[in-house]
């Protein structure tokens, strides 16, 4: 049975700067929305929204019949899904766990097992597009997992995303996801190389983005990136600290299968670099900063 808005009480756990609206926009569809944080202040936002609140993760997951975790990383994942008092522990056999965190392949397989154990259906479900892209309900969706709780989650996606799509069993939605990590980081890092060549060289950068955006050099990158990076706004839609996390994940999982990344390689240390440097918690197009420093500028302009 399709999880539609009449059949389906979701309990949403983390509310930050994409489960927030990630949230509100299953709400905008007709979901009934329970919602746990830590910052309560969040929590409470969501409630003047429309929204219900929970003050743990059990009393969020208590009725629900389908769970959505968005946390930071695997640790919090096994933390929310496998830890004690959690999802697994709480949510009613027959019922579903998705989890859109950006976490290791390996985690989402455990979370797949632990959760069959207590016949419990579960999905991986990361998501690509930013912050504007959960605002907008216009992400893409990685899935893994199998076809039949697939296809019963379809309609929850499709309130949170233009592109929907199952990419294999438990873990494969991850794996994706760290290859979309890794062509969005050397794309960045591109971008940032080619900005502060254009500003080196006195071309007109409004103008030289424009026209190279129009071409084979063009990227959702550059479009989503290229008026805030102009304006020197790194205000974040996802962290460096984040993209440091995933860059991991893109490189130990490689190797683990015997794949090359070389690029991105070099790209992860520079990220590692750019977060030692203390700018973890701007956004990723903050690699232009990077890139500065190397050229020997300051990274303000100043």
């Known amino acids: 049975m399709a999880h539609t808005p009449d059949n389906t009480r979701i309990a949403f756990i983390g509310l ?11 709400l905008k569809a007709g979901y009934d929305v329970t919602a746990y944080t830590r910052d309560t202040g969040k929590t409470e936002a969501f409630v003047k929204d ?10 969020a997951v208590r009725g629900a019949n389908v769970v959505i975790t968005m946390v930071p ?19 009613a056999e027959g019922g579903t766990v998705i989890d859109m965190s950006s976490i290791t392949p390996q985690t989402s397989t455990e979370v797949a097992e632990a959760a069959k154990a207590k016949e419990i259906k579960a999905l991986d479900a990361p998501v ?4 504007a892209g959960a605002i907008e309900a216009a992400l893409s969706i990685m899935v893994g997992g199998d076809q039949e709780t697939f296809d019963a989650a379809k309609p929850v996606f499709e309130a949170l995303g233009k592109t929907v799509v199952l990419c294999g069993p438990a873990g494969s939605g991850q794996t994706v996801k760290a290859a979309n990590q890794l062509i ?16 080196k060289s006195g071309v007109d950068l409004t103008a030289a983005l424009d026209v190279l955006n129009g071409g084979l050099a063009g990227s959702t990158v ?9 304006a020197g706004n790194y205000k974040p839609g996802f962290k460096i600290d984040l993209h440091h996390k995933d860059m991991g994940i893109v490189t130990d999982a490689a190797r683990s299968v015997g794949a090359a990344v070389p690029a991105g390689a070099l790209v992860a240390q520079l990220v590692a670099a750019l977060r030692q440097q203390g700018d973890g918690r701007l956004d990723h197009s903050a690699l232009v900063r990077g890139v500065k420093r190397l050229s020997g500028e300051s990274p303000d302009g100043t």
């Open 16 to 26: 930050g700067i994409m489960g927030a609206p990630m949230a509100r926009n299953l």
């Open 50 to 59: 429309g929204g219900k609140g929970a003050s743990s993760v059990a009393e």
């Open 73 to 91: 990383a695997s640790p919090q994942v096994e933390e929310v899904v496998l830890g004690e008092g959690g999802v697994l522990d709480n949510l």
């Open 128 to 131: 690509s597009g930013g912050e």
């Open 184 to 199: 969005v980081a050397v794309n960045i890092q591109a971008v940032a190389e080619a900005v502060v060549f254009l500003e």
């Open 222 to 230: 550059l479009t989503r990136k290229k008026e805030s990076i102009l």
